[in-house]
């Protein structure tokens, strides 16, 4: 859906992208992670298409972004670390602006944007100026903002911080609702326990460089299962190798991860094989990799490698 080709990008006395290239997949959650400093935000940017690269393109379904910057940005819903609100408009005002500015009448759609206020939890505040919001509403009407012209990739840049638990929990519930929609969602964050909940990839970006590209949850055909079994067995490994269809993730003595069909007959018929095989089997179900895990095995096994 976004194909980024070698993307280069320079601040004066500061190449803050390089040769970052790399696709997302229609309808994916992926989580944008990395070190301060490594360049999210200004991926993010260039998405947008709010700068221009030095050299690279980006591809949103195969057209240069940068050719029609106003028709991508109908397509695409941007938020940024700093909000970008105008601190004198009522909420009502702002969400009437930015659907305006992406080519939504607020006239023939109230309805689409009383939702949109509703799924934020800030109908209740459309009348009051955004400046006299506090810092979570205020961070709740500028993603309302992005979403109001249903756009097809959301870039969120830190869309959590400052939210409270069950704000936080509310959003996590919305970018899920999006992608059931159709949505492509791309987040910046560092609070990676919650991006876990539902990023389906992860995009590593270290000192302007795209260190790892990860899904987090098995793909298409296939998904991922935890499976522990009642007492060690040095044996775990070979007994699953015997399996038909089945790919080891990681495995010790008690417990693995495997990679297996999504198909809840085949899943039934592969637990009903363990047992029968003499596995004392006493927990097998989906599971997603440890985000925390995969990024810090990346970014420190990138700087061991001292690439710079
Ligand atoms: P953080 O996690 O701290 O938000 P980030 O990954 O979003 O960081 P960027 O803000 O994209 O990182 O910055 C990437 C690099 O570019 C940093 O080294 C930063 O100092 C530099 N940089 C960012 N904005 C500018 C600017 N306007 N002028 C010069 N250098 C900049």
Redesign the pocket.
Known sequence: MIEVRSLVFD????R?LKEVSFSLRQGSITALV??????????LRCLAALEEPVSGTILLDGRDILADPRATHRQIGYLS?FFGLYEELTAQQCLDYAALSHGVDPETQPDWILSCARQLEIDGKLNQKAGSLSRGQRQRLAIAQAIIHRPRLLLL??PASGLDPESRHSLSLLFRRLQEAGMTLLV?S?ILSELEEYCTDMLV?QE?RIIDNTPLVAREEQALFELRVAEALPDLENALLQLAGVEIVRVNQGSALISCSSDPARQHELLREMIAGGLRVCAFGQSKQNMQDVYLRTVQGDRQKGVR
């Open positions: 601040y004066p006395g500061k803050a990395g070190p301060n400093g490594a360049g999210k935000t200004t991926l670390d840049d830190e910046s560092h970006l302007g």
